[in-house]
């Protein structure tokens, strides 16, 4: 009988099948050069004899952890959570698991997340960068020192730092958003950012600018106004608007959390929603459809962000060649317009046929325009 209180070694496995070690460690690793048949008698015996493989040693020999790093900065936004979903099924379908950290959008804790991973060995790291985040030395240390340690970044990043990253297409969501509101008949469309270090929210500015002048409206500095994008931000910003003598009729805010702030301060004025003021979000949030008025929106494709940015990084991982990170252009996700009842106003409303619609542009381009008008 076996003793359950002893630890089950491949050398017992070997004895009882009488073959050597090695060939047990190498039917257990599948190696291709042992017959299947003994793979599958070494892999029966394992189970019989309860054979329980010593994960931390296995990843010493081979320096590989099979773990992958995962970095979001809230886990309370439906966002993160749906791009971990497929992050995980990703990972999974590969043979990968994942170390999932929260940073509270916050730089200490995406210090401390780095910190973890590498105590973890683990492969490689996927990270969205926290709002928090203006100096981020802590992610050029690891990309300069953890040389096998490959990162990639998912929905924000840095216009400066060359880092692979998996995005939308955060200009062309924006200027979709902003040219719904304009179609539908409002005239004066504010916007609802936060202070620009970040890529995403760059290129949504500049969207929603470009929305404007591509149908002949002119942009007005005062109706922008920055936050740290939560539904308190989305209720200051009411505040701000509505304390200017011309007030905005429509606001494009470029987070849904946001946009529920906005639709709470617009309630407490008994300012009807779509009717005398539309109101648009970006991500897709579950509670954008179950609220009332529901939320018209961007959506990101969260699962198909995840799956991408797996498979972004396990190709880096297996590349031989880690240094030459320049070879890895960002994967650009197009972003879906979702219409509800926000933007539900109905009016006549000309295009403009003098325009080429041909603007939607590059993410590189996007941020070097942004900063040369902002």
């Known amino acids: 009988m076996q003793d359950l209180n002893k630890n089950t070694t491949i050398h017992d496995i070997a004895l009882a099948l009488k073959i050597t070690s090695g060939t047990v460690s190498r039917a257990l690793n599948d190696y291709s050069r042992i017959s299947l048949e003994t793979r599958r008698l070494v892999k029966e015996k394992a189970i019989e004899l309860n054979y329980q493989r010593n994960k931390i040693a296995s990843s010493l020999r081979s320096g590989k952890s099979n773990t992958i790093g995962v970095m979001i900065p809230s886990a309370q936004m439906n966002f993160f959570g749906s791009v971990v979903h497929g992050i995980e099924m990703e990972a999974a379908s590969k043979g990968y698991n994942i170390l999932l950290y929260q940073t509270e959008e916050t730089t200490v804790l995406e210090k401390k997340a780095i910190d973890a991973f590498l105590g973890a060995r683990v492969d490689g790291i996927l990270a969205s960068i926290a709002k928090e985040t203006t100096d981020y030395t802590h992610f050029k240390e690891l990309t300069k020192h953890s040389k096998n340690i490959p990162l990639v970044l998912f929905d924000r990043t840095f216009a400066d730092f060359k ?55 002119a942009f007005d500095k005062k109706l922008i106004y920055a936050g740290d994008l939560s539904i308190q931000c989305g209720i200051a910003a009411m505040d701000y608007f509505f304390s200017l003598s011309k007030q905005p009729d429509a606001v494009f805010a470029a987070e849904d959390f946001t946009a529920l702030g906005i639709i709470k301060g617009l309630k407490e004025r008994n300012i009807n929603i779509p009717n005398a003021f539309g109101l648009i979000g ?14 018209s929106t961007v959506d990101q494709q969260t699962i198909e962000m995840g799956k991408q940015s797996v498979s972004l990084l396990i190709k880096m991982i297996n590349d031989e060649n880690q240094n030459d990170i320049k070879k890895y252009e960002n994967i650009i996700l197009s972003p879906i317009m979702i219409k509800r009842e926000s933007t539900a106003l109905q009016q006549n409303f000309t295009l403009n046929k003098n325009f080429n619609p041909g603007i939607f542009q590059s993410q590189q381009k996007t941020i070097d325009s942004l900063m040369n008008d902002s």
Request: without cysteine; neutral net charge.
């Open 282 to 295: 970006f991500a897709n949030e579950i509670f954008g459809e179950h609220i009332s008025p529901s939320l």
């Open 163 to 217: 880092v692979p990253a998996v995005l939308i297409d955060d200009y062309k969501g924006a200027f979709m958003a902003t040219e719904h509101l304009i179609h539908k008949g409002y005239t004066s469309i504010a916007h609802v950012s936060r202070p620009q270090q970040l890529l995403n929210f760059h290129s949504r500015l500049l969207g929603y600018k470009d929305a404007l002048k591509a149908n002949n409206i």
